[in-house]
């Protein structure tokens, strides 16, 4: 894969999510997450918002965990964290 594949798998991600599109959106991150030369917590962020959108709180919770682990200070990460644990 070439350098910037993440980073565009990562965004039409994004666009996919916002249209409705979970299960190609969870393919690109996934994608990306491959891609990647090391993890990031937008990227886990990101597939934990579409594993909720799916209904799957469990792997949901996993990847915004492992967000926070990557990213301790991320206000976002943490309280969509704790969102998660209260559904």
Do not use: C
């Amino acid at each position: 894969q070439e350098p910037g594949d993440a980073a565009a798998l990562y965004q039409r991600s994004r666009a996919r999510r916002r249209a409705g599109d979970l299960s190609g959106a969870l393919t690109d991150i996934d994608d990306a997450l491959a891609a990647l030369v090391e993890d990031t917590a937008p990227a886990h962020m990101q597939r934990g918002l579409i594993l909720a959108r799916k209904g799957d709180l469990e792997a949901a919770l996993a990847a915004v965990h492992r967000a926070v682990r990557l990213d301790p200070q991320n206000a976002v990460a943490l309280n969509n964290r704790g969102f998660l644990r209260l559904r």
